[in-house]
């Protein structure tokens, strides 16, 4: 196998990302992060069957001596709360795991931010090591430090900043991903290259083909680069007081979206995260041109790409322009001064905009069926 494609990640607990085909077949590479003996593999019951045996065996034959236990979730966001919590607190304490245990974290952003948090809070804080398994997870949840489970009352209501050992990405564990999980993964991509980079947005379309196809190369580099940006702008702004909350773009919208269809996007009749975010995308540009702030061709160049991915782009049926921006007003990031959106001054510069009146916001939103 050759060397893996690797990004550091900087700040007070610097880490590295590794990405290739086959890392969790590579003991070393999995082990090179664990310090002590005890090792919580922390997984869910889709994921837990295709690849835990396989880890748990490459990590027994790089270190014959370590004790590891096992903590399945049942998949989905509506496990990711302080009952799941408590329950990996009780299979660590069972495995009697020292302050040098690690969990590791073999699943998507679910798994990721609920043993994240596990490991932030076990005897104040021990390792977690990231094994990333979907696209979402590998560009962007499993990067940053950020763990939290969800409350009734909200999304990532409790939660710590605690920052991985290590983040190992097996592209190759894509290909058992359902294709709609892939597309969502494939948004939050299309996101670097929108408030970041326009190169990146041509590359993503001369190489959208061999994404869909769950190509090894393309698939690390287009990984490769999403870290890269979300690890410049974590290290620039660890804690999102400044530059961090353009990674947003898309999401005030999409936020909106999500909860006015009552998070329906797992049971299939709503949009998921990343759909959301695609078409928060779109009328984040729609927005930007209509301020004046960006051309109109940048916004059709963005919605042309989102669809190239299967990505929706137009508002869904049956949701009133004024029950979103009602929604978008309560958003955690919205304050005193108003919603605060993410806008662009045209593809790869993106930019925080406060004082967006009501009416150009209800247009925009008006204006973009699907
Ligand atoms: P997820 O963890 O629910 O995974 C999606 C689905 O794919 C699940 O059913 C899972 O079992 C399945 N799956 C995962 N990997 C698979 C594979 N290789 N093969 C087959 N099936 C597989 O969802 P997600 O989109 O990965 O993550 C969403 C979560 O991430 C949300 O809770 C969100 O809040 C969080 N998140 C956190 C951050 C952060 O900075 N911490 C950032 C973004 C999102
Ligand atoms: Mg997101």
Not at 101 to 118: K, M, P, R, S, W
Not at 226 to 240: G, L
Request: charged residues 20%.
């Amino acid at each position: 196998m050759s060397a893996p494609r690797t990004v550091e990640v900087g700040g007070a607990a610097p880490y590295t990302i590794a990405i290739a085909p086959g890392l969790l077949d590579d003991g070393h590479c999995l082990a090179a992060g664990i310090r002590g003996k005890h090792v919580l593999l922390a997984s869910d019951a889709n994921v837990a069957p295709l690849y835990a045996d396989g880890v748990e065996a490459a990590l027994r034959r790089a270190r014959p001596g370590l004790a590891i236990g096992r903590f399945v979730i049942p998949p989905g966001e509506h496990e990711k709360t302080l009952v799941r919590f408590g329950e990996a607190m009780g299979a660590l304490a069972a495995l009697g795991a020292t302050r040098d245990a690690t969990v590791i974290a073999l699943g998507g952003g679910v798994v990721g931010d609920l043993a994240g948090f596990a490991a932030a809070c076990w005897m104040r804080g021990i390792d977690v090591v990231q094994l990333p398994t979907t696209l979402l997870a590998m560009v962007d949840s499993s990067v940053g430090g950020k763990t939290a489970v969800d409350l009734p009352a909200g999304k990532n209501l409790v939660g710590a900043f605690h920052p991985p050992r290590a983040v190992v990405a097996d592209t190759r564990a894509l290909r058992t991903l359902p294709k709609r999980e892939l597309r969502a993964g494939l948004a939050e991509v299309v996101k670097y290259g929108a408030i970041f980079d326009a190169g990146f947005l041509d590359w993503l379309d001369a190489n959208a083909d061999a994404l869909l196809a769950r190509d090894d190369a393309a698939l690390a580099e287009a990984i490769a680069r999403s870290c890269e940006f979300k690890a410049d702008v974590v290290a620039r702004d660890p804690r999102e007081h400044g530059d961090r909350a353009l990674l947003n773009f898309g999401h005030t919208f999409g936020h909106a979206i999500e909860t006015e269809q009552g998070y329906a996007g797992t049971s299939g009749d709503g949009l998921n995260h990343g759909e959301a975010v695609a078409v928060g995308m779109v009328l984040a540009a729609r927005l930007s041109t209509a301020l004046g702030l960006a051309p109109m061709a940048d916004a059709v160049h963005l919605q042309a790409l989102l669809q190239r991915f299967g990505l929706p782009t137009g508002m869904p049926a049956g949701l009133a322009p004024e029950r979103l921006l009602a929604r978008m007003r309560l958003d955690k990031k919205a304050d005193a001064g108003g919603i605060r959106f993410v806008l662009w001054d045209g593809a790869g510069r993106a930019r925080l905009v406060t004082g967006v009146g009501d009416a150009e916001v209800l247009a925009t939103l008006a204006d973009t069926r699907s």
